[in-house]
């Protein structure tokens, strides 16, 4: 089991709908994660952190945390062409050395007008 | 603020040259990281330092990589010799404190080997 798993997608939604990204972690003891969104050819900008169990919202993007299941999500609202990108899920993963943060594969997300 | 800053944006050398990337993180940002992406996969962190130690250094391929951070500031990648399998984006991030605190990314160098 890789330690953080992301649907590779494409996922592709229509302009002004909900985009629902899932990411999934193996380490039950995690504390930190992270909702990073990459444009092709740049570099990773983060979008949102959320360190407890339930919701956090900031402006259309909502990051939802459930440790139990072990499970992170974001969901963006009112999806724009400019939302388009690959999103990052990153989770600090506990390794010898201490916290580690540890990145998905990224989910591809196309918003078609 | 000023943001992460990473030289040089692109690099494109030969087979068994060595080459060397240099970072400049947001200040007072005590940690700095050194990741490497390939195509289509997320970051993989090569190495972490705190202040100046390197405290994660596990995944680093030290036959030919090799990194420092003098004054716990500026940090120095090099890769000697490169191989073509080293052709990728070397990210550089700094956090405030630690993993646990958010990373913030160079714009990377996009490293080419023929």
């Known amino acids: 089991q890789k330690e953080v798993e992301q649907n590779s997608g494409p996922l592709s939604v229509p302009e002004g709908a909900i985009a629902s990204l899932n990411c999934t972690y193996s380490?039950?003891?995690?504390?930190?994660f992270f909702w990073y969104r990459q444009y092709s050819g740049k570099s990773p900008e983060l979008i949102m952190s959320?360190?407890?169990?339930g919701d956090k919202e900031d402006g259309r993007f909502t990051a939802q945390l459930n440790k139990a299941s072990q499970y992170v999500s974001l969901l963006i609202r009112d999806s724009q062409p400019s939302d388009s990108a690959t999103y990052l899920c990153?989770?600090?993963?506990?390794?010898?050395?201490?916290?580690?943060?540890?990145f998905g594969t990224g989910t591809q997300l196309k918003v078609e007008l | 603020e000023a943001g992460v800053v990473q030289s040089p944006r692109y690099k494109i050398i030969e087979k068994k040259q060595p080459v060397a990337f240099w970072c400049n993180p947001i200040?007072?940002?005590?940690?700095l990281y050194w990741y490497l992406q390939n195509l289509g996969q997320g970051p993989e962190l090569l190495i972490r330092?705190?202040?100046?130690?390197?405290?994660?250094d596990s995944q680093l391929p030290k036959d030919r990589f090799s990194a420092e951070r003098l004054k716990g500031v500026d940090s120095t990648l090099k890769i000697q010799p490169a191989e073509l399998g080293d052709s990728a984006v070397y990210l550089c991030?700094?956090?405030?404190?630690?993993?646990?605190?958010?990373?913030?990314f160079g714009n990377g160098t996009r490293l080419t080997v023929t």
């Open positions: 959320i360190y407890s169990n």
């Open positions: 991030a700094s956090s405030y404190a630690g993993p646990n605190s958010p990373l913030h």
């Open positions: 200040s007072g940002h005590n940690t």
């Open positions: 380490d039950r003891v995690s504390q930190s």
């Open positions: 330092y705190e202040n100046e130690e390197a405290v994660d």
């Open positions: 990153a989770v600090t993963i506990l390794t010898g050395g201490g916290n580690k943060l540890t």
